[in-house]
């Protein structure tokens, strides 16, 4: 199946050549029925949400919690009011890490991994900073794995929180996070898994999987920019202070002291990114109208004739030999720093990133500067990969 056709974008040229799209790691295209919903929400329907007696607010106010619900489904959640807005994954990290403050000891672990973006990183070393907790890291191993008994030693009784990603970055890791999440609850720790390279690789389901919190941003799956998901457990979420205060998300205000909401609105100050979250609602509806498994299993192959043609090619190395790998493939070229790689490449159309992919942590840990990362999508095909092989055969005769 070819999806290629509802992405407009995917028409135009790059450089005077057709573009070759290979940076969906960094944020995916987006197809004509989202751009058309956030027309029609300006055109037909805006309206601040929640608030005023008027249709325009109904109807904008309806839009945005059918998205909410869509994403309960998308997710599998239990509760509709278990899934919060968010402009995206860094900021729903940094919205838990900030309404945890007051559940951490000092002394008390936060365990990440080596495979971490840095917005998997940053916000726990802000909460250890607060509340003199440690930050440990699961190692990798050489093929970009996770150390499982390095977990196993890092998750202890003094684990406070489990941060996690679900799917790498920078390698296209697949974790075993049903398992590493199993591990912490054993000992009483919270659990956070970062679904922002997951969402379009695999299906999600929270209630299997049982972590705490699931986040994951809407620009990289085919919905807008400025909007995310934060899931989290609705009796936690409830049990847990607000993090911004405002409009929105009080119940009672006096000028002494306020109470407020219950989730989601708890976790929503101020007036949400509404045009965004209808985006995000009907990318959800695009993709449950999608042959899911199919088109994923379509991409694996594309990922897998990306490896073995550039394995060919003299030369270059493939960074990370994952057990299981999604959308991602990283590498190296003899001779030439990524960026020369990436300028080469983009010379020919072909577009994909370069550098430390926001992982300078696991670049040190592997004691490299960076990769050449293409990351496919769903509506990548094999021209695009094929297209990719003879850049980069072309780009070694320059090197
Ligand atoms: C992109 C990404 C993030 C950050 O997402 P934003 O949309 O920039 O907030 C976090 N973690 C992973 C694994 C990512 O790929």
Redesign the pocket.
Same mark, same amino acid.
């Given at each position: 199946m070819n999806i290629r056709g509802d992405f407009p974008i995917l028409q135009r040229t790059s450089r005077g050549k057709p573009l070759v799209y290979l940076d969906n $790691?960094a944020t995916t295209q987006k197809p004509q029925c989202v751009i058309d919903a956030i027309d029609d929400y300006y055109r037909l329907r805006n309206a601040n949400v929640h608030r005023a007696a008027h249709e325009l607010a109904e109807e904008a106010t309806a839009l945005m919690e059918a998205a909410r619900t869509k994403g309960q489904h998308f997710v599998n959640a239990t509760y509709r009011e278990e899934i919060i807005f968010t402009r $995206? /994954? /860094?900021?729903g990290i940094n919205l838990v890490a900030q309404i945890l403050s007051q559940r951490i000891q000092p002394g008390q672990d936060i365990v990440i991994s080596q495979l971490e *973006?840095h917005? #998997?990183i940053v916000p726990w070393q802000l909460l250890a900073q607060r509340t003199g907790a440690n930050i440990l890291a699961i190692d990798i191993d050489e093929s970009g794995d996770l150390d499982l008994q390095d977990a196993a030693n890092k998750i202890t009784s003094n684990t406070a929180v489990l941060a996690i /990603?679900h799917i790498s #970055?920078g390698l296209g890791t697949i974790n075993p996070v049903a398992q590493l999440v199993q591990q912490a609850k054993a000992v009483g720790a919270l659990t956070l898994v970062?679904g922002?390279?997951a969402v379009l690789h695999c299906a999600i389901d929270v209630q299997a999987l049982d972590c705490d919190f699931y986040v994951f941003?809407g *620009?990289?799956m085919f919905a807008p920019t400025g909007i $995310?998901i934060l899931y989290g457990r609705l009796a936690l979420l409830n049990e847990l202070p607000p993090w911004q205060g405002g409009g929105e998300m009080i119940d009672q205000v006096s000028i002494e002291s306020s109470t407020y909401q219950n989730a989601p609105f708890r976790f929503e100050a101020g007036t949400p990114n509404i045009a965004g979250a209808v985006g995000l609602g009907a990318a959800f509806d695009y993709l449950s109208e999608l042959p899911m498994q199919t088109l994923i299993d379509d991409e694996a192959t594309l990922v897998a004739r990306a490896l073995s043609g550039l394995k060919q090619i003299p030369g270059v190395r493939i960074v990370g030999e994952p057990q299981q790998r999604a959308s991602v493939v990283s590498f190296l070229m003899d001779g030439g720093h990524p960026n020369d790689v990436g300028t080469l490449l983009d010379q020919q159309g072909i577009a994909l990133r370069t550098g430390h992919h926001c992982n300078m942590p696991l670049m040190s840990r592997l004691g490299i500067p960076g990769t050449v990362r293409a990351s496919f999508s769903l509506y990548n095909d094999e021209t695009d990969v094929d297209t990719l092989l003879a850049g980069v055969e072309k780009a070694a005769t320059f090197l």
């Open positions: $790691g $995206g /994954t /860094t900021e *973006h917005s #998997n /990603t #970055n970062d922002a390279q941003s *620009h990289k $995310g």
